[in-house]
């Protein structure tokens, strides 16, 4: 950058010269307690591999954690599913997990090695870090992107959907290094998996994190029963909105997921009219999924809904209205009421499930 | 006796905001602006603090003059103070921008036990404030939180709510929290309070006359983040094939066709 764009920018954001930030980072986010990486990171070696491709530059893993044995496999994963390198900053004081100090190790690591990109998941805990570390490196950042390219210039282009889900966003950061964003869970698909992928593991010293000292002590944690499969994991998703309209409609879109294995999740009229808890909302202000199949039933397809099931195989809709817009978004469509239909569809999946068991 | 600053946004209420499928454009006119509703929980959550342990609740909020109507809404619930940020050279900021005037304007309050923000604003939902206002303030935050359970001796003790658990953390005074969406019931206006906040002008307004910060740190210019074009959404391309007729027949088509797609598990 000439130092003359310099001079008209903010100087306590100081001066940072493009050409002297190579790589595309994503940072991995770890499961302690299962000792797993989040499918959610290794999704964005996806676009991470696209960008670096496109930027004739490699691909970096970040992790940080206090479990070595953890930490070693979710390096090696990040490779086979596409990292060139993988910085993992291990050590006892990164324990317990601590928002605060983790994103300034993370900051502190990017100011010694200078990526381009820095990738997170929006997961809560991307979304919580990747806004404190931005601002430690006085760079800007954008959230939830569904889509990255690269434009003429070599900059990143940020894609989301703002304000309504109509509408994409094109968002640059031109003049700041590097050039943050999280991205949605579930619009990127996970790069397939190679074992053969030979890539570098680079341990770093504690000196990142020399005078970081946690200032929120986790005092104690209880963790919550979880007895299904959380909706954007789930390969058969039941969708239910406000036609369904009843408890007593929802415990049917219960039966009809059981039999597929799957689970039931609806639209933010149904949450609102507490038919199903906010964690299951499929859309724009609930949650991406990437099912198999998806049967929306009862649900009018309203933009910020159906950008909720882009990512999904099959997609069908049962709505008593020929000219509801989720039609549109559906491979195959039954004008309907869903009282005559869905009870039809458990009688014939009943008998299919019986049929295979027989055999 | 505590000392809570809480940061409101006046946002366009989205659910009013319909398509023009004709026209193809989005129908904004008439589309009336409400305090984010996100934010309701944390003015709920500032104002709880009070009532147990006495103090002030200062709201504040970057916006145009119009955002006077949503400092004067949350002054109906009980609120102590409310600043309207407000200048033309602020206009055009991203979230940087944007947590730095807030930064700034919160360091000109003075001392203070908390900074509650929402978890995220309905027509831009980045959740980037809190963290990057925290950032502004190398204060320690929370994220998620649903309540806080203890303060006093310049700690606090706060419950947050992830997916799949919840945590406890005590943490050091000042500190910057966000609240979890829909953890509070937020309590209702007064109209005696409203009317108070009107007829008073209780909203102070401070522009950058008053902050004093560098034009080239706040507003469009302050902000790294440029949106270079606004496109419209493409569309997933599906097959859109529609039975209209006996259920029966309907659901016959339909297995058929899942299982040519071979999506069934039997
Ligand atoms: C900023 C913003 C964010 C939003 N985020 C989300 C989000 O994340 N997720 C989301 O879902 N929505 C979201 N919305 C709301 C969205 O715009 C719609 O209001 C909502 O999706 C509609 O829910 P619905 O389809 O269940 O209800 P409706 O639109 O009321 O549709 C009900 C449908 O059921 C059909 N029906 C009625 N009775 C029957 C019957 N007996 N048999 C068959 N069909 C029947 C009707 O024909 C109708 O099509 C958001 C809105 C805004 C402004
Ligand atoms: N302009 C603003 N003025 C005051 N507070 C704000 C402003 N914008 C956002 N906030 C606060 O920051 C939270 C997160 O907003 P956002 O990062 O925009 O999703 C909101 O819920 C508000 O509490």
């Known amino acids: 950058m000439a130092a003359v764009e310099c001079e008209k920018l903010c100087p306590e954001w100081g001066c940072t010269d493009p050409s002297e930030y190579r790589g595309v980072w994503v940072v991995g986010e770890l499961d302690e307690e299962a000792g797993t990486i989040s499918e959610y990171s290794l999704q964005l070696l996806t676009p991470a591999r696209m960008v670096a491709d496109k930027r004739g530059t490699w691909v970096e893993g970040v992790l940080l954690g206090y479990d070595r044995g953890a930490l070693e496999r979710a390096a090696r994963e990040m490779i086979y599913h596409g990292a060139d390198r993988v910085r993992v900053l291990y050590s006892e004081r990164l324990k317990p997990y601590n928002a605060e100090v983790y994103a300034k190790a993370i900051a502190r690591t990017a100011e010694r090695y200078k990526p381009e990109v820095v990738f997170f998941a929006a997961t809560m805990r991307g979304r919580e870090l990747a806004p404190y570390v931005a601002n430690t490196l006085r760079t800007g950042i954008t959230a939830d992107c569904t889509q990255f390219d690269v434009d003429k210039d070599g900059n990143l282009l940020m894609i989301r959907p703002p304000f309504a889900a109509i509408l994409l966003a094109y968002i640059k950061t031109p003049n700041r290094r590097p050039q943050m964003a999280t991205a949605r869970p579930n619009v990127f698909p996970t790069p397939p998996r190679d074992e053969s992928r030979r890539g570098e593991v680079v341990w770093e010293d504690e000196s990142l994190l020399e005078g970081i000292r946690p200032r929120a002590r986790l005092l104690k944690v209880r963790r919550l029963e979880r007895r299904e499969t959380p909706i954007e994991k789930a390969e058969y998703v039941v969708a239910g909105g406000r036609g369904v309209g009843t408890p007593e409609g929802f415990r049917m879109l219960e039966e009809l997921a059981n039999l597929l294995g799957g689970v039931v999740a609806g639209s933010r009229k149904a949450v609102d009219l507490g038919l199903i808890p906010h964690e299951k909302q499929v859309g724009q202000t609930g949650k991406s999924v990437r099912a198999k199949l998806y049967i929306a039933v009862g649900i009018s397809g309203a933009a910020q809904h159906v950008i909720g099931i882009r990512e999904c195989r099959v997609v069908v809709a049962i709505n008593k209205d020929p000219e509801a817009p989720i039609f549109r978004h559906a491979d195959y469509g039954i004008v309907a009421d869903w009282k005559d239909v869905v009870p039809l569809l458990i009688q014939e999946l009943r008998k299919l499930a019986a049929e295979r068991g027989r055999r | ?266």
């Open chain 2, 1 to 266: 006796m505590v000392r809570v600053v809480v940061g409101i946004k006046w946002v366009p209420n989205t659910q009013a905001v319909r398509f023009d499928p004709k026209t193809g454009t989005l129908i904004r006119e008439g589309v009336p602006s409400i305090v984010n509703p996100h934010d309701l929980d944390a003015v709920e959550l500032a104002l709880k603090l009070r009532d147990r342990y006495g103090g002030e609740v200062i709201a504040i909020s970057m916006a145009p003059p119009s955002a006077i109507k949503g400092l004067e809404h949350v002054l109906g619930m009980g609120v102590d103070r409310a600043i309207l940020i407000s200048d033309r050279v602020f206009a055009g900021a991203d979230t940087l921008a944007t947590s730095y005037v807030l930064a700034n304007a919160i360091r000109r309050l003075g001392s203070f036990d908390l900074i509650i923000f929402g978890q995220e604003t309905i027509d831009s939902s980045t959740a980037h404030i809190p963290a990057q206002v925290a950032s502004w303030l190398d204060l320690p935050y929370v994220y998620y939180v649903e309540d806080v359970e203890e303060l006093g001796g310049g700690r606090a003790v706060v419950r947050r709510r992830l997916e799949d658990r919840i945590e406890w953390y005590e943490i050091e005074l000042p500190a910057v929290i966000a609240t979890a969406m829909h953890s509070q019931q937020p309590r209702p206006v007064r109209l005696s309070y409203k009317l108070r906040a009107k007829t008073e002008r209780r909203v102070e307004v401070w522009d950058n006359k008053v902050l004093g910060l560098d034009e080239r740190c706040v507003g469009l210019r302050g902000s790294p983040t440029v949106v270079t074009k606004v496109t419209w959404m493409p569309e997933v391309p599906r097959k859109r094939q529609v039975f209209r007729g006996d259920p029966r027949e309907a659901v016959k088509w339909l297995i058929e066709k899942l299982r040519e797609e071979g999506v069934l598990p039997y």
